[in-house]
């Protein structure tokens, strides 16, 4: 192999593995604001509701989804500013090769009238 050939191909694995690893850690952050009607007051209760819709989004088995109900040993969600929540909750579901694994998140989500909701940030332990 050429010496030139062999540089051209050297930085376009060494790009092509900087783009898997941006890939990688940007998983966990969403930069897109979906929106959730879910039929209920905008209170804690809600925000703990609507941030298990979000995250049921993300997971590669939702079926098998187990979510901490409000109040669980770790658990919180705090109301940032009128309308505004963030959410620490987790959630127990199996990967992509049927292991049971927790994944806690921390979702933070914003009331934009009605029943809707819109997702602010989304990170995970993933």
Same mark, same amino acid.
């Given at each position: 192999?050429? +010496?030139?050939?062999?540089? /051209?191909?050297?930085?376009?694995?060494?790009?092509?593995?900087?783009? /898997?690893?941006?890939?990688?850690?940007?998983?966990?952050?969403?930069?897109? +604001?979906?929106?959730?009607?879910?039929?209920?007051?905008?209170? $804690?209760?809600?925000?703990?509701?609507?941030? +298990?819709?979000?995250?049921?989004?993300?997971? $590669?088995?939702?079926?098998?989804?187990?979510?901490?109900?409000?109040?669980?040993?770790?658990?919180?969600?705090?109301?940032?500013?009128?309308?505004?929540? =963030?959410?620490?909750?987790? /959630?127990?579901?199996?990967?992509?090769?049927?292991? $049971?694994?927790?994944?806690?998140?921390?979702?933070?989500?914003?009331?934009?009238?009605?029943?809707?909701?819109?997702?602010?940030?989304? =990170? =995970?332990?993933?």
């Amino acid at each position: 192999m050429r +010496k030139d050939t062999k540089r /051209v191909m050297l930085l376009c694995l060494g790009l092509l593995s900087v783009l /898997v690893v941006m890939s990688w850690f940007g998983r966990g952050r969403s930069t897109f +604001k979906p929106t959730v009607s879910d039929g209920l007051n905008h209170s $804690k209760g809600a925000a703990h509701s609507i941030s +298990k819709k979000f995250v049921l989004d993300r997971l $590669k088995a939702p079926a098998t989804a187990e979510f901490a109900e409000m109040g669980a040993e770790g658990t919180w969600v705090h109301e940032d500013r009128p309308g505004q929540f =963030t959410v620490k909750s987790y /959630v127990d579901s199996q990967n992509a090769f049927g292991a $049971k694994l927790r994944t806690w998140y921390i979702c933070k989500v914003r009331s934009i009238g009605g029943d809707d909701f819109t997702l602010e940030g989304l =990170t =995970t332990s993933k």
